[in-house]
């Protein structure tokens, strides 16, 4: 088994940890502390990041099924319902059979859902202000480009 002794050893002058690490490492830090933040933001709705933005996926395509709001949200189907499951039991959404299925759910949003997603739409946009704080409209852009690109060369490399 190698230690960390045989690794400085074996090049004393180099690094162990390239910048690359670094960059990688940096790459995971920012969405970590992203969610941290968040969910901070809106404990006090008694919401997680996960519901937020299963509400968020619902006002933009209502009537998604179980199914397809589990692939939106990048969950599992039984971690999807579970997430409905509690929406529901706060009167946020409700899920509705499929005339043609009745093993098919679609998710609608109530009322209250909908008076909630402007406030938890500020709180977020509170957070990505201070997310972004300092950095222009064209180093946002770019680094959009940047990210779109490393999530590009990411899922060719798992094809």
């Known amino acids: 088994m190698t230690t960390n002794a045989d690794?400085?050893?074996?090049?004393?002058?180099?690094?162990?940890?390239?910048?690359?690490?670094?960059?990688a490492f940096l790459l995971e830090e920012v969405p970590r502390r992203l969610r941290q933040v968040f969910d901070e933001s809106i404990k006090r709705?008694?919401?997680?990041?996960?519901?937020?933005?299963?509400?968020?996926?619902?006002?933009?395509s209502e009537g998604l099924t179980q199914t397809e709001l589990a692939?939106?949200?990048?969950?599992?189907?039984?971690?999807?319902?579970?997430?409905?499951?509690?929406?529901?039991?706060?009167?946020?959404?409700?899920r509705r059979k499929v005339d043609d299925d009745r093993r098919v759910w679609k998710i609608y949003l109530l009322p209250a859902a909908l008076e909630l997603l402007p406030t938890l739409?500020?709180?977020?946009?509170?957070v990505y202000e201070k997310m972004l704080k300092g950095i222009s409209e064209i180093e946002r852009v770019r680094l959009f480009e940047i990210l779109s690109?490393?999530?590009?060369?990411?899922?060719?490399?798992s094809k």
């Open 7 to 23: 690794l400085k050893e074996a090049s004393p002058s180099a690094s162990f940890l390239t910048e690359t690490d670094e960059l």
């Open 45 to 60: 709705f008694g919401l997680t990041r996960t519901q937020w933005r299963t509400l968020a996926y619902v006002f933009r």
């Open 71 to 94: 692939q939106c949200v990048e969950l599992e189907r039984a971690s999807i319902g579970q997430t409905i499951d509690r929406l529901e039991e706060l009167n946020y959404v409700e």
């Open 121 to 126: 739409r500020h709180e977020a946009d509170t």
């Open 149 to 157: 690109d490393l999530s590009n060369n990411l899922a060719e490399g």
